[in-house]
């Protein structure tokens, strides 16, 4: 038996009004956070230079990718092919790692999930029939195979209103910048942030593989951006391993990029007493990191993780004293937001 058996509350329902379907790539709707013309996150190039295949895996996962456009459709109707069906996390929702969420006109329209082992994702959304701008936030832990839109008769898609902020902003880190466990795909801290400045983001979070490779920082020197939130900390093995390649990573960046702004942030843990004397030597470290780079002229900026849950119900905030829950992605997205805003404004 299944749950919308017993509530329906939690049936997705589909409208029976025929609508004509495009592959979204013949549309003048816009993918953000993606390498052009693909649906991941590093190029081939970059992947071939690193040789990691748990790293080339999770490049196909889109966490910080963001469709964007506007249509005059009464009804939108999306239809979205997941890379791997069968891939499940058992801490986090669907919803939020092979699922999409729906902004129209900036407010949170809907959530679409497939059941485990069904290919695609599929949902229908009532709209004016006025020119409307559309945001769908695409899968955290999963990829995309392709993407469909459907509009009804004599309606048209055209490409998304300018964002506020000129450029990008770029996060790099772990699992937690690619957003596990969030519940909903714009709810990872990346996605908050990004919202709430209305700017475009590079999310490149990658889970357990963020271990300060250069051939990351040479792609993102390359990339246009307005800041860069760089949170890499939880994957480096060891205190040694943090060291050896925590600065030499950013100095790359901020070498091609001097005027680059840059939130370097040490990871978000609850404090465990049995971790406290490895964080305060790896906060250490990341400290250094931002002295060195301030020495030099670079903007950089300091958060300790250590503050980002904030005093009370720290607890409650992660799914397994690691991974954040929502609760604990909105703390850490008002933090960074702060720092942000404040800079930019």
Same mark, same amino acid.
């Given at each position: ?10 049936k ?6 025929r !609508? ?11 993918? &953000?956070? =993606?390498?052009?013309h ?12 690193? /040789?990691?295949?748990? =790293? ?5 996962h ?12 009464? #009804?939108?109707?999306?239809c ?20 999409? /969420? ?5 407010? %949170? ?16 959304? !009532? !709209? ?5 701008? #559309?945001?769908? %936030? =695409?899968?955290?832990y999963?990829? @995309?195979? &392709? ?5 009804? &008769? ?6 998304? =209103?300018?964002?506020k902020?000129?450029?990008?902003i ?10 596990g ?11 908050? @942030?990004?919202?709430w400045?209305d ?5 490149? $979070? ?12 040479? %792609? ?8 860069? @939130?760089?949170? %890499?900390?939880?994957?480096?093995p ?11 990573? !950013? &100095? ?57 849950? $904030? ?8 799914? /397994? ?11 850490i ?13």
């Amino acid at each position: 038996m299944k749950i919308e058996d017993l509530d329906s509350n939690f049936k997705q329902e589909a409208n029976s009004t025929r !609508l004509n379907y495009r592959k979204v790539k013949e549309t003048e709707a816009e993918i &953000e956070g =993606l390498c052009p013309h693909t649906w991941q996150r590093l190029p081939d190039g970059v992947l071939e230079e690193i /040789d990691r295949p748990e =790293l080339t895996a999770l490049a196909r996962h889109t966490s910080g990718g963001v469709m964007r456009f506007q249509t005059d459709t009464c #009804i939108l109707g999306l239809c979205m092919e997941l890379l791997e069906p069968d891939f499940m996390m058992s801490h986090m929702p669907l919803t939020g790692s092979a699922g999409m /969420d729906v902004f129209v006109n900036g407010s %949170y329209a809907a959530t679409f999930r497939a059941e485990l082992g069904e290919d695609a994702v599929k949902g229908e959304i !009532l !709209l004016s029939g006025e020119k409307s701008e #559309i945001t769908v %936030y =695409l899968p955290l832990y999963n990829g @995309v195979k &392709e993407f469909y839109l459907g509009i009804s &008769e004599k309606a048209c898609i055209w490409k998304p =209103l300018e964002h506020k902020v000129r450029r990008p902003i770029i996060f790099y880190g772990s699992s937690i910048t690619q957003g596990g466990c969030a519940s909903r795909t714009s709810n990872a801290y990346p996605a908050l @942030v990004t919202r709430w400045l209305d700017a475009g983001m590079y999310c490149l $979070g990658f889970s357990g593989n963020a271990r300060g490779d250069l051939p990351i920082a040479r %792609y993102i020197a390359g990339l246009p951006a307005e800041y860069l @939130v760089y949170d %890499y900390d939880y994957n480096a093995p060891d205190a040694a391993f943090l060291r050896e390649t925590h600065e030499p990573f !950013l &100095e790359y960046i901020l070498s091609h990029n001097p005027t680059l702004p840059v939130l370097v942030m040490s990871r978000p843990n609850p404090e465990f007493k049995t971790e406290e004397l490895q964080s305060r030597e790896r906060r250490q470290i990341i400290w250094e990191t931002v002295f060195k780079c301030r020495e030099r002229g670079y903007q950089v900026d300091f958060l300790d993780g250590a503050e980002l849950f $904030g005093e009370e119900a720290r607890e409650c905030c992660t799914v /397994d004293g690691i991974h954040p829950n929502d609760l604990g992605f909105y703390r850490i997205a008002q933090r960074v937001f702060g720092k942000i805003h404040a800079f930019l404004s």
